[in-house]
């Protein structure tokens, strides 16, 4: 994929695919432009998410959720993803390999959300369950214009299942409030509007999936960067310093969000090419975080890039509102995992395996093996 983002940039950075009808757009300017100016699309990811909506409604919803991410809860998390990151690294360490993704960047993000949103442990494995549905929605999206009949079926059980859920737990909160996510949303409000039962709902079925696996992503991503340039992990283990610049680092080399979803309201010209109202453009990150015009030698990984100005987490009003949540578990977990499993190294007798969505890209598994204590 990357060659092609590097040949469209080159020869057709607004593309028209005659098939469907849509508009891709590959470059950097015209990506930070797209996502920042156009309207959102309704249907992205779970319906009546905060990501389809525009201002003035959008303002308001993301003034009363964003109290739920304040920077001392942030703070307050850290030790419980150190302790969740401690867990599962003692169930593999003895073993002497490990498969990163399913072992420890896939389990560490839902049970940080889940514990958020008060979601008892033994519920747990049920978010795993929902999280893998609606992703599979999430990947499928352009299904939807004509999701088949069995898909239609198994999004709306997932749904109804997530919904019930949720509105029990609600009920509970609404009763007697712990410190959870659900009881401080329930009671936010800003210019004395307050949000409803059913839109508490929905934002929980957002972080699911918009909280999880981006961050399995970057964390299984890093470890493979890191494997595949051991000059920099040497430089990062001795100087952990340069840890945040090699996250960033890793967010723009290998984006977890492949591309974002826009739709005109008018009709626009961008780079020359018109583009009529009410269509949908798509807005390839992952092709403009590799834009030699933004990030001289965008092709190598460079830890000490500086200014790093990648679009990872989107631009504008939609600014992804976990990124600090993500940043502070990679951060919390990549330090544990590489003291923790000595001389980790990737097992390269198969090639990796891809997990190439519609919208979100990154690594299925990742095996490693390191040294145990004899
Ligand atoms: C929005 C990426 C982790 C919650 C976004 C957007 C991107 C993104 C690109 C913008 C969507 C748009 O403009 O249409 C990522 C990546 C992550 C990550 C790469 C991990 C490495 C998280 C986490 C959470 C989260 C951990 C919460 C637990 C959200 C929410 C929005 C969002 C609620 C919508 C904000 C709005 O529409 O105003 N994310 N995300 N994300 N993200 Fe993230």
């Known amino acids: 994929r990357y060659a092609w983002f590097e ?3 080159a020869t057709q950075p607004v593309w028209l695919d005659e098939q469907s009808g849509a508009f891709h757009v590959f470059r950097y300017v015209e990506v930070e432009r797209v996502i920042t100016d156009f309207s959102s699309f309704p249907s992205q990811g779970v319906c009546n998410s905060i990501l389809g909506m525009d201002p003035p409604q959008h303002r308001s919803y993301r003034n009363l959720i964003t109290c739920a991410f304040t920077p001392r809860t942030i703070e307050r998390l850290k030790g419980r993803v150190a302790e969740i990151t401690q867990a599962l690294l003692d169930e593999a360490r003895h073993k002497g390999e490990m498969d990163i ?11 940080v959300i889940a514990e958020l949103l008060g979601v008892s442990p033994t519920d747990q494995p049920l978010f795993k369950r ?5 992703l599979g929605q999430q990947l499928s999206d352009a299904r939807l214009f004509q999701p088949d009949e069995q898909e239609i079926q198994r999004l709306g059980q997932v749904h109804a299942q997530m919904q019930d859920y949720f509105i029990a737990l609600l009920e509970e909160r609404t009763h ?9 949303l329930l009671r936010a409000s800003t210019d004395g509007k307050r949000l409803s039962g ?3 709902i929905e934002f ?3 972080l699911l999936v918009a909280g999880h696996v981006t961050t399995t992503d970057l964390l299984s991503q890093a470890i493979r960067c890191f494997d595949e340039h051991p000059d920099v992990l040497e430089q990062v283990r001795k100087q952990p310093e340069l840890l945040p610049g090699a996250v960033e680092e890793v967010l723009r080399f290998a984006s977890p969000f492949w591309r974002l979803t826009r739709m005109t309201r008018t009709e626009v010209r961008l780079a020359g090419t018109t583009i009529p109202a009410g269509t949908l453009v798509f807005a390839w990150l992952a092709s403009a975080n590799r834009d030699a015009e933004v990030f001289p030698d965008s092709e190598r990984f460079d830890i000490t890039r500086s200014p790093n100005r990648h679009l990872a987490f989107g631009r504008g009003i939609h600014f992804c509102l976990g990124a600090p949540l993500a940043r502070m578990e990679t951060m919390v977990a990549l330090p544990m ?3 923790q499993l000595p001389n980790v190294r990737v097992i390269r007798e198969k090639p990796l395996e891809l997990f190439e969505g519609e919208f979100v890209f990154g ?6 093996q390191f040294d145990t204590e004899a």
């Not at 993704?101 to 049970?111: C, M």
């Not at 929902?130 to 609606?134: E, N, R």
């Not at 007697?176 to 401080?184: E, G, R, T």
């Open 204 to 206: 929980c079925k957002l």
């Open 101 to 111: 993704v399913t072992e420890l960047a896939y389990p560490l993000p839902v049970t």
């Open 130 to 134: 929902w999280a893998d549905g609606l």
């Open 176 to 184: 007697a409030p712990l410190d959870d996510l659900i009881s401080v």
């Open 363 to 368: 690594l299925k598994h990742l095996p490693v």
């Open 7 to 9: 040949q469209m940039r």
């Open 198 to 200: 059913e839109e508490v």
């Open 337 to 339: 995992i590489l003291q």
